[in-house]
């Protein structure tokens, strides 16, 4: 069965920093787009950043300059590497995949369990 795992999430200062990882498990030859995305208490969860196999990224306007995401292809894991945090990013990040080709066939999307990040004095 595919997995996304994330990690990295927890507990920041304002203007801190921290490194979410995701992998997915499984027999997967490839995953067209993985991302990241968020949700904080009574708001509808928002894409931060996603990246394609190829390396094109898309950002949400208020993290450029602060937020990167990159991937390592051959180990199906995904970063967001988050810099100069602010309460405001204060949510439950997860992580997605979109079309993974597998040993079993083509999933069309995977979303993983979720790491709260909290940023706070």
């Known amino acids: 069965q595919v997995q996304l795992v994330e990690s990295g999430g927890g507990l920041v200062q304002p203007g801190g920093s921290l490194r979410l990882s995701c992998a997915a498990s499984g027999s997967i030859f490839s995953i067209y787009v993985m991302g990241w995305y968020r949700q904080a208490p009574g708001k509808q969860r928002e894409l931060v950043a996603a990246?394609?196999?190829?390396?094109?990224?898309n950002y949400k306007d208020s993290v450029k300059g602060r937020f990167t995401i990159s991937r390592d292809n051959a180990k199906n894991t995904v970063y967001l590497q988050m810099n100069s945090l602010k309460p405001e990013d204060t949510a439950v990040y997860y992580c997605?995949?979109?079309?993974?080709?597998?040993?079993?066939?083509?999933?069309?999307?995977?979303w993983g369990q979720g790491t709260l990040v909290t940023v706070s004095s």
């Open positions: 990246i394609t196999s190829g390396g094109n990224t």
């Open positions: 997605n995949g979109d079309r993974l080709a597998t040993m079993e066939g083509l999933y069309r999307e995977v």
